[in-house]
């Protein structure tokens, strides 16, 4: 059981780091764009160290507070 638990965050942690990476890489385009609702989806359900590594490494969102204090905050929760 432990290992579910384990591969599920590993997985949905590259989900959201790869969701923050494709955001800002069609953000640089002005091509389509995740929602932010799915970004921070991705966070609350074990993503939260994955989009607060990838909004850090690709610097994606990192001036909008819902992103800025939510994603610490969520992780602070998970924790």
């Known amino acids: 059981m432990t ?4 591969f599920y965050l590993l997985i949905i942690n590259i989900i959201a780091f790869s969701l ?3 955001d800002k890489q069609k953000a640089k385009k002005n091509k389509w764009r995740i929602k932010e609702d ?3 989806i991705s966070a609350f359900l074990g993503g939260s160290i994955g989009a607060l590594i990838g909004m ?3 610097r994606h969102k990192t001036k909008h507070a819902k ?3 939510g ?3 969520i992780l602070i929760f998970q924790i």
């Not at 290992?3 to 384990?6: D, G, N």
């Open 3 to 6: 290992y579910i638990i384990i």
């Open 20 to 22: 923050m990476y494709i």
């Open 71 to 73: 994603i610490p905050a």
């Open 56 to 58: 850090n490494t690709f």
């Open 67 to 69: 992103f800025k204090y």
């Open 38 to 40: 799915t970004l921070m």
